[in-house]
């Protein structure tokens, strides 16, 4: 397995671009550059290519390297494709240029002036930590009630609770049901009246706003019984104000600021952590772009119905337009959901037919699991109600749970770890869009 890390700086900053990856190459991190693209013009399929699945992205900053078209369109690229980003900062620079939020980045290494030697444990260090960041995984189909929310517990509570993976849970869904899937109504009402859901994340100004510093530790512990040095099983909350960014209410400006702050959460979760679950609201929308932008990888699960292959292919789509590149399938787990439920009368013909209808599609055929989730009255009960009162609730799911539940939800997330942790391969068809500022990126038409 070969990590790379993007190394991105104006022609003026050669040398020190040079230093730099001479002192990560010393550390066996692979460099990649962009390759060269007219004045101007679109940046080349290889660049699009390496950059899209860089593992980390380091940008030399300075006033060149401002002034210098490329290397922002390379910048928006991979902050528009979730790319774990290492700002080195090699001079001063205009405070309210589009670098800003590059500055604000906690993962900053301040090299001034120009690129002290000093500088290179604090650069390698940067580098290898993002390298081993945990995986963003999110929950994601545009249709509704096909299991996101109930398969993103279940599975992951899973994977926490037998492989001891540590996991922080976002919920960016408005319906929050992940968040009343967990926590009681006391606790979510405590939470939110102390600036400590999603809400304070995405909000930038108004008494409900935080400040960056606080992001890290936003996370509820779901699992409060754990001693100081076990794996982590955490939630950052949702909140049913995240409505105001589905509509049109706010502004780009302030959006491309709640952008840049849920990237920032990101980070610093991704930091902590061996996966961040996003579990998202089912219309494409502005929260989708914030998703999607930070997803490694996307597990869409599908019901056993008519048009689930129809609504793969949309996601594809948006996918695609939103990381404004081609999309590979192994970006992708779908996950069938809901097999064999007794009580409908084409129970079993649906369920051939989807698995048939996927595993032939020329995209997807090669993201589906084998396994299926079974229908099971454990994953259809409203579990907020049965097990909100016990924040362990999750250990009475795996207790109680038919063991062919338990046993397909761990081989489930065992599937989708391995293909979130494989490095991904170089996307096969050109990419056609163009990047675009993150103020003029397109938000995908919204649902209300
Ligand atoms: N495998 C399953 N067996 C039985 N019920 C399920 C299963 N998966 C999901 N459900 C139920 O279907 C409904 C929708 O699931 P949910 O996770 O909320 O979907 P989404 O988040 O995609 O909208 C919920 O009531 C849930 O309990
Ligand atoms: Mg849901």
Redesign the pocket.
Known sequence: VSLTAFLSYAPEDAAAGETVRAWLAAEQVAVTRGSPSPAGGPLSQTTLQTLGVARAVVVLLSQAAEADDHVRREMLYALGNGRPIIPVQLGDLNAEGWMRHLLENERRVDARPILRETAQPAITQAVKAALSDGRVIAML?IK????????AANLFAAAHLLNHRSIAFIDLDPQH?LTQFFLPATERNRRRDANETLYSVFATKGPASIPKAKFARLAAPLNRGRAANKPRLDLVLGDERLFEYTLDMISPRDKEESFARFHALIASLRAQYDAVVIDTN?CATFLTRCAVTAADHIVA?VRPEKYSLMGLNLLEQITRMIRQRPVAPEEFSVLL??FGERSRMTGGDIDIHTRQEIESAPFFGSALLPMA????VM????LADRYAANPVNTTAIMRFSQRALKETLTSAVAAIFARADAVPPMPAQPAAPQPVPVDHAPVVAQDA
């Open positions: 189909n509704g009630g096909v299991g996101k929310t109930v398969l049901n089912p699960p959901n809901g989730i079974p229908f099971s994953l259809r009960a409203p």
